[in-house]
């Protein structure tokens, strides 16, 4: 079976390391190089597989058809246009090409609403983790006009320490985060609002978000809770989220509450809704569940460099 020479940029972080990992057990993929700079000249073994990092500049850009774009935020835009320069295919997972963010014109792989955009496209910015757990969360209902106009939406969501990243940080340290839980980013000021705004109003909704991030003393994973007002009262509060996901690989929709052992390591969004008791304006809350390094970075790369390469879009992805 024919391989597909696969590259990754900055591989020694947490998304890039999983990237590896994922793409070393895809069964059309082959890893063609990694880089990180810091860290050239090193070898990891990551998803069973040895991987030597090399630098940057010493990226044989060229040799791979797809090039995945792990790089920090405001890093990566130049190095995506080096890939097409190139010849390759990109999917960039920093926020540079995210509504929002950079020009737009890039395809957003949110890849479930995405589809369409996203085949044959040379260049998808991958999604947020927050993001990812929040629209998937909001955006059925954007879609189908329930979200009462001028209505607030707010999303408290919690993460592990590795959606921080992995350059050190006192404030990281095991010490410091274990028996305890903080707000960040408070009062509207986390990066991500920008992806989140423009994605909701690009479905036409009226709304204004509110987002409050949280630091969980867990490795991985994200739980967000979310509160929309709608225009009425829905006989089944799952209804619209069972209409959208149906026959979804990687959304599970189900009445109990989801929690963060239901998805940690598979590349899924879980969620769950149900109506407000004791408040005069109909409201749903939404819960929302994924891991940060797999379906919120890493896999969903995969599944939307799946879909742009013409592959089964489950292929290589833990389910």
Same mark, same amino acid.
């Given at each position: 079976?024919?391989?597909i020479p696969?590259?990754?940029l900055?591989?020694s972080g947490y ?5 590896c990992a994922?793409?070393a057990?895809?069964p059309?993929f082959?890893?063609?190089?990694a880089?990180?700079?810091e860290r050239r000249?090193e070898r ?8 030597? =990092?090399?630098? $940057? @500049?010493?990226? %044989?850009l060229?040799?791979?058809?797809m090039?995945f774009?792990?790089? &920090?935020h405001g890093a990566?835009?130049?190095?995506v246009e080096?890939v097409?320069?190139?010849g ?5 997972l920093?926020?540079?090409?995210? !509504?929002g ?11 479930e =609403?995405?589809? !369409?955009k996203?085949r @044959? ?5 991958n999604?947020g ?16 006009g329930l979200i009462?106009?001028g209505?607030?939406?707010?999303a408290s969501a919690?993460s592990g320490?590795?959606?921080?990243g992995?350059? &050190?940080?006192t404030?990281l340290l095991f010490?410091?985060?274990?028996e305890?839980?903080?707000?960040y980013a408070i009062?509207?000021s $986390?990066? $991500?609002?920008a992806?989140m705004r ?7 909704a ?7 991030p949280?630091?969980l003393p867990?490795a991985r994973g994200?739980l967000a ?6 225009t ?6 799952l209804? %619209?989220y069972?209409?959208?996901f149906?026959?979804e690989?990687?959304?599970e929709?189900?009445a109990?509450?989801?929690s963060l052992r239901d998805?940690?390591?598979?590349n899924?969004v879980?969620?769950?809704?149900? $109506?407000?008791a004791?408040?005069?304006? %109909?409201t749903?809350?939404v819960?929302?569940?994924?891991d940060?390094l797999?379906?919120?970075?890493a896999?969903?790369a ?8 013409g592959?089964?879009?489950p292929?290589?992805? !833990?389910a």
């Amino acid at each position: 079976m024919h391989r597909i020479p696969v590259g990754v940029l900055g591989a020694s972080g947490y998304a890039g390391r999983e990237l590896c990992a994922l793409i070393a057990r895809h069964p059309r993929f082959e890893l063609s190089f990694a880089t990180a700079n810091e860290r050239r000249g090193e070898r990891a073994r990551l998803g069973g597989a040895a991987v030597r =990092f090399i630098a $940057h @500049d010493d990226a %044989p850009l060229s040799s791979a058809e797809m090039i995945f774009a792990a790089l &920090p935020h405001g890093a990566s835009a130049v190095w995506v246009e080096r890939v097409l320069g190139a010849g390759a295919r990109a999917v960039d997972l920093s926020s540079d090409l995210r !509504p929002g963010n950079g020009n737009g014109t890039a395809p957003y792989g949110l890849t479930e =609403f995405a589809r !369409p955009k996203l085949r @044959d496209a040379t260049v998808v910015a991958n999604p947020g983790c927050y993001p990812t757990a929040i629209l998937m969360a909001v955006l059925p209902l954007a879609k189908r006009g329930l979200i009462a106009p001028g209505a607030t939406i707010n999303a408290s969501a919690a993460s592990g320490v590795t959606g921080a990243g992995l350059t &050190p940080r006192t404030d990281l340290l095991f010490g410091e985060v274990t028996e305890d839980f903080r707000a960040y980013a408070i009062a509207n000021s $986390h990066r $991500h609002l920008a992806e989140m705004r423009t994605v909701l109003a690009d479905s036409g909704a009226d709304a204004d978000l509110i987002f409050t991030p949280h630091l969980l003393p867990v490795a991985r994973g994200i739980l967000a809770t979310i509160t929309v007002p709608i225009t009425e009262t829905l006989a089944d509060p799952l209804a %619209p989220y069972r209409e959208e996901f149906d026959g979804e690989p990687f959304v599970e929709v189900d009445a109990e509450a989801p929690s963060l052992r239901d998805v940690v390591r598979r590349n899924v969004v879980r969620i769950s809704a149900r $109506h407000v008791a004791g408040v005069r304006q %109909p409201t749903l809350l939404v819960l929302s569940a994924i891991d940060n390094l797999v379906k919120g970075a890493a896999g969903q790369a995969i599944q939307n460099a799946n879909v742009v390469l013409g592959l089964d879009e489950p292929m290589g992805l !833990p389910a």
